[in-house]
């Protein structure tokens, strides 16, 4: 079973939602693999009642890092779990670009998510100059160590760890299998550094970046993944169906 997980970003109003999921949940009725439409905010209750039943979870793209409800324009883990949402992302580089969140904002968040019992989908990724310059593995390291501070090996089984490198969102580029297989085990050896063995081998990790139905196939035979995120190409129900009975 793999984890195939959409990125709606700003797409979809309620009404488009439903209709997007009369299309969507047909195609990929008794799939195997766990869905997670992480929807807008306005949308998750709307979704909530359609995929009731069904294999298809809910997620919110954000989470609000203080929980004291004077924070006018943000969200908090009550109202995304009472609205639908079983995850949350945390970290996307979007969010780190435009509102300057860092680490230490998503430590804050993650707490959070717990304290709702909401599950994680902790966004990781080196930009082109790390890439560039052979910082990948150090900033990684960085990002999870900084993000995942004060969590203990048990809450771990809640976080997914998407690995997004900044340079492959949206642009048509992707890692070859060479340099997945060796980010994914970065990574999983940073939870071992720091967690156990154990922790490393069970830690979720998913891909993230320019997949679309045609390209998803060249990762299939990456066993040290545990499947993908998927923006642009979620947006068409019937393309993102494809993907999901694919992979
Ligand atoms: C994303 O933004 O999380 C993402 C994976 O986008 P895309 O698939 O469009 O590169």
Redo the contacts with the bound molecule.
Sequence with gaps: MRKVIG?F?MHQTPTQTKEYLLQFMSKVDGTKNEVVLCLPATSLTTAKYMVSGSNIKLGGQNICDDDHAKTTGEISGDMLKDAGAEYV?VG???RRTKFKENFRTNNKKIKLAFKNRLKVIL?VGENLTERNTLKMLESLKIQIEESLKGIYENELERVVI?Y?PIW?????KLPTNKELDRAVKAIRKVITDDFSEKAGQSIQIVY?????AKNVNQYLKLNTINGF??????LDPLEFATIVKEV
């Design positions: 990125n970003k992302i996307h580089s979007e966004c998407a997004e492959a969102i949206g642009s048509g993230g970046g320019s997949l679309d995120l998927v923006g642009g190409s979620c």
